[in-house]
């Protein structure tokens, strides 16, 4: 029903083959995609690069976010080798350690302020990156976690930073809507990804998850590829703001 032949993505995100950055890189390509594919640092380069080779990203690069001058470096390459952007996939999010494993309310204020620059504002710059790019419109994507709008145990700082993050999506869909550029939110429901794994008592978390969604099954990072392959298809052209929940119904139920 429908093809991204033609369309350049960005991938930010990828850590390891568990990624949902991966899942995403690897629907984007199946559908046919030219794929630009970054990795945080010379540490991970060993871990992404393979990926990014196996799917024939025709761009590897390094992007730290807290690197003063690394992200403009990243989207200068762009623009040289493309001269055009037609999807960004930020799927990228952090808290100090203990700031996420302490009470909301006793995190300190360095560690929100990181946690809301690397999670958040970290998107918001990357948009604004990649706007001159996207001439005829395009699409931005990031990733949340229903822990945002509910209180998931052990999930502490990461709610009201994924809030936020949502927050963003909305404002900057309306923002650039004008522009034909569509921003959204994948919300997947538990993944067993190397991200998740800092979270105290996760484990639990995708039993209950399992047990509780109406499908008895947890999402994978093939399911979230597929919504994002389809977000960033043509066939999709009208819709901007969402909040997808990518769960087997699990956001719905008590």
């Known amino acids: 029903m429908f093809s991204l032949s033609g369309s350049r993505i960005l991938v ?5 083959a568990h990624s949902i950055a991966w899942g995403c890189a690897k629907a984007f390509h199946a559908m046919g995609a030219e794929l630009a594919v970054t990795y945080l640092n010379d540490r991970a380069e060993p871990h992404v690069r393979p990926l990014a080779e196996q799917l024939g990203a025709k761009i590897i690069a390094p992007l730290d976010v ?12 762009l623009d040289d080798r493309w001269g055009r952007l037609d999807t960004v996939l930020h799927s ?14 006793d995190c300190s204020a360095e560690g929100f302020a990181r946690a809301m620059d690397i999670s958040v504002h970290s998107f918001l710059r990357m948009i604004r990156a990649a706007e001159p790019l996207m001439t005829e419109g395009g699409t931005c994507l990031s990733v949340s976690f229903f822990g945002s709008s509910r209180v998931v145990q052990h999930y502490n700082l990461m709610g009201p930073v994924k809030a936020a993050l ?26 067993a ?5 800092g979270i105290d008592h996760f484990d639990e978390l995708l039993t209950r998850a399992a047990e509780r969604a109406p499908t008895h099954q947890l999402a994978t990072i093939e399911d979230v590829g597929a919504m994002a392959a389809f977000l960033a298809s043509p066939a999709a052209r009208n819709l901007t703001g969402g909040i997808h929940d990518i769960d087997g119904g ?3 139920t008590a």
Do not use: C, K, W
């Open 12 to 16: 930010v995100g990828i850590a390891n």
């Open 66 to 77: 807290t690197r003063p001058g690394q992200m403009e470096a990243l989207f200068h390459t």
């Open 92 to 105: 990228i999010a952090f808290a100090p350690r203990d700031d996420l494993h302490g009470r909301v309310v």
């Open 166 to 191: 949502e927050s963003s999506v909305r404002y900057a869909a309306a923002e650039l809507g004008e522009a034909g550029i569509r921003v959204h939110a994948l919300s997947p429901g538990p993944l």
């Open 193 to 197: 990804t190397r991200a998740a794994s």
């Open 250 to 252: 699990f956001s719905i």
